[in-house]
């Protein structure tokens, strides 16, 4: 969790730094592609903490059925 938030954090000081330092077309595209690494990112990290859709599946069955008895 540490390691995906300081690689965010990394990529948002790079975007500040390639405004600074790079100049035309360059800086667009450093700047683009960090936006674009953060935003895959995250929704990898959001995928991650999400179970499966069959394991919800077969717990609210395991509920269901520990209520019946």
Not at 23 to 29: P, R, S
Not at 47 to 60: C, L, R
């Amino acid at each position: 969790m540490r390691m995906y938030l300081l690689f965010e954090l990394f990529l948002c000081i790079f975007c500040f730094y390639a405004l600074f330092r790079f100049k035309g077309n360059t800086q667009l595209m450093v700047l683009l592609i960090c936006l674009i690494t953060a935003f895959l990112f995250d929704m990898l990290h959001n995928a991650m903490k999400k179970p499966p859709e069959e394991v919800k599946i077969v717990s609210s069955i395991k509920e269901k059925t520990e209520r019946s008895n």
